[in-house]
C-alpha cells in the first residue's frame, strides 16, 4: 500500500516561491503518471500538474509557466515548484496518481498560503 506524505507548504508574499515534495512509501513505479492537485475552501479538488514515469508533463492553465513538477524515481518523490505564487493559489495541495483510477489513499496535504 503506498503512502503519500507532503510537505514544504507554508505563509508566502504574492510573488513568492515554494517548493512541496511529496514522498511515497512503497514503490511508485507502478503509478504510471503522478500529479499535484489543490483544494481551495468552498471548492473541488483540482489537478494542477502531472508528471509521467518518463518525464512528460502537463499543467493546468491556471499555472502554466509558473509552476514545475518534477519527479525523482530512486527517491520515490515528487516535487511542485511554484514561482510567481498569487492570492489564488491558495489552497491544500496534495499529491498522487494523476489517473483516478489508481489513486491510493490521499496523504494529509500541505497547506499554501499567499498573502500579504
Known amino acids: 500500500q503506498v503512502q503519500l506524505v507532503e510537505s514544504g507548504g507554508g505563509l508566502v508574499q504574492p510573488g513568492g516561491s515554494l517548493r512541496l515534495s511529496c514522498a511515497a512509501s512503497g514503490s511508485i513505479f507502478s503509478i504510471n503518471a503522478m500529479g499535484w492537485y489543490r483544494q481551495a475552501p468552498g471548492k473541488e479538488r483540482e489537478l494542477v500538474a502531472a508528471?509521467?514515469?518518463?518525464?512528460?508533463?502537463n499543467y493546468a492553465d491556471s499555472v502554466k509557466g509558473r509552476f514545475t513538477i518534477s519527479r525523482d524515481n530512486a527517491k520515490n518523490t515528487v516535487y511542485l515548484r511554484m514561482n510567481s505564487l498569487k492570492p489564488e493559489d491558495t489552497a491544500v495541495y496534495y499529491c498522487n496518481a494523476a489517473a483516478r483510477l489508481k489513486w491510493v489513499p490521499w496523504g494529509q496535504g500541505t497547506q499554501v498560503t499567499v498573502s500579504s
Open positions: 508528471i509521467t514515469s518518463g518525464g512528460r508533463t
